[in-house]
């Protein structure tokens, strides 16, 4: 995958943005809005966008097409590197394969110390108890 091609997939728009800027975010449209058609991408491959659509299937619209925004800053140019950003590591991260756990058990010695703490702990309990009770158990 090479995600210089997949930048040249993207779409940009420029929307008015919230926040800090007093009457400058009423005039300037610095916000941008970075949609991304994974089905219809041609530098993913099948298997790629399989994963991809199983990994951000929360993340993506009915249509398959992923939105990010950022309005993080005051600066249109900067909000959109920081999108880009945003996307590749978000891509990056989900076609990773996660490696399979393997099982095992516990060794003989955490067994023992769990077992070592459990009586120490019941010990400390009947300790705590009255003197009668301690001779009723015993």
Known sequence: MNLENLIKELIFKAVRSSGAG????????SKIVLTF?????EYLTDDEKKILLKNLKTRLSKETILILTCSESRSQHRNKEIAIKRFLELISNNLKVQKIRKKTKPSRATIQKRLERKKKQAF??????KLNLF????
Do not use: E, W, Y
């Open 135 to 138: 001779l009723i158990l015993f």
């Open 37 to 41: 058609d994974v089905l219809n991408s």
């Open 22 to 29: 007093g009457q400058h975010v009423n005039k300037v449209s």
């Open 124 to 129: 400390k309990k009947l300790n705590r108890q």
